[in-house]
Each structure stands twice: as C-alpha cells, then as structure tokens.
C-alpha cells in the first residue's frame, strides 16, 4: 500500500558534521511534506516543510530537499550539535482538499560530542 | 503561550475501565487531531476535528470516542480500555494547509 517511509532507523553522527535523513513516499498526489523533530518524552515539534511547487527550502541550519521525480525528501542539518539528537518524522499531506498528514515511522539521530 | 495541553501526563487503568484524555488549544485553531504512538512506530491517527462541529475517523478508530466540546477542546474517550490501547496519546491542532502543533503527550497503561 501506499506509505511514507525512512531509509535509514538510525543515524549516527559527530558534532560539527552535517547529517541527512531521507525519506520515500509513494503518493504522487501528495502536495505538502513536513519534517518533525522529537525528544524523548515530548511531543512532535515542527522543524520545516515544503509544499509540491517547490524543490528545496531552507530555514535555520536546515534544508529540505523535494524529489518529486523519484518521490523523495530529506532533510539536511547542518552542523549537528548534540541538542539535535532526537527522532525526525517526515509527514505528508495527500491530495488536494482537507486531508490529513500520514506519519513515517522516524529516524533517530544520534551526535556524539 | 501554552500551544497544546493535554492533561492527564500519565494514567494507568485496569482492563475495562474507562477515561477520557482532554485536550485544549490556545491558537484558535479550527483543526484538532488525536494520535496513538506505539514503540518504533510513527503516529496513527485515530479521530480529528476538521473544525468545530465535525469529527471523522482515522486510521486506528475503533475502540475510542471523540467529543469536539468547543472551538479550544477535543476529547479522546475509552469507553472499555483494553491492553491494547497502551500507547503514547497526543493530540494537534492546526489551520487548514499549515503544520500541526503537537502537546507533550499522555502516557496511558492499560493493565
């Protein structure tokens, strides 16, 4: 069936380097894709998203790439520092009208000091 | 600013018990949503409030009710809580066509 999923479960990194998460999803029709960030015990927080017309956005030490070719999203983080160490969620709207997101199940960052 | 509140932070129930977890927005959000999150798994949605007035089922609806009190609250009840249920509950408010705002979640065991 048609899902939004992650490459990689885990991903370990060193301070000071830049990390990127990926994630696939089959929905051609999707048209809007956020990116979550959430620490343990807490509940999901809004990072970035991007909407179908475009291809890359930028925030603050954060980039989101959209592959609508290949049905494919990430997520750069520059610079990772141990405070990012947390589980990224990538989520997707489907379709035009009110619908709601469709999680993935998450990557865990891990940044070593 | 509070953002989501969700109240109780943790609940163990006995197998056919029931409770209602309650959820306040102070964004004047149209849009609230209930999630259940399993270990390793991404969030489900059980039921949402596309505004005040309406609900519709989700992905994960059975075994749950939803009240949408007023504008600001939107309830999740289990009428008859089973082992299965044991889960991370939370609840997200939203305008149409922005990201949802998350709370901080209710830890429920179901014994």
């Known amino acids: 069936g048609e899902s939004v999923g992650l490459h990689l479960p885990t991903l370990s990194v060193q301070e000071g380097d830049n990390s990127i998460i990926n994630c696939a999803y089959s929905?051609?029709?999707?048209?809007?894709f956020i990116w979550y960030k959430q620490e343990s015990g807490k509940g999901p927080q809004f990072i970035i998203d991007?909407?179908?017309?475009?291809d890359k956005r930028q925030g603050q030490r954060v980039t989101v790439l959209l592959n609508k070719t290949v049905k494919h999203l990430s997520l750069q983080i520059a610079a990772t520092q141990p405070g990012d160490s947390a589980v990224y969620f990538c989520?997707?709207?489907?379709?035009?009208?009110?619908?709601?997101?469709?999680f993935g199940k998450g990557t865990m960052l891990l940044v070593s000091p | 600013n509070a953002g989501v509140t969700q109240t109780p932070k943790f609940q163990v129930l006995k197998t056919g018990q029931s409770m209602t977890l309650q959820c306040a927005q102070d964004?004047?959000?149209?849009?609230m949503y209930w999630y259940r999150q399993d270990p390793g798994m991404g969030l489900r949605l059980i039921y949402y409030?596309?505004?005040?007035?309406?609900?519709d089922k989700g992905e994960v609806p059975n075994g749950y009710n939803v009240s949408r009190l007023n504008k600001r609250e939107f309830s999740l009840r289990l009428e008859s809580a089973a082992p299965s249920q044991t889960s991370v509950y939370f609840c997200?408010?939203?305008?149409?066509?922005?990201?949802?705002?998350f709370g901080d979640g209710t830890r429920l065991s179901i014994l």
């Open positions: 929905n051609s029709a999707s048209d809007y």
């Open positions: 989520a997707e709207n489907r379709g035009s009208g009110y619908s709601t997101l469709t």
């Open positions: 409030s596309a505004s005040e007035g309406t609900t």
């Open positions: 991007i909407r179908s017309n475009m």
């Open positions: 997200a408010s939203s305008e149409y066509g922005q990201p949802q705002h």
């Open positions: 964004m004047n959000h149209n849009s």
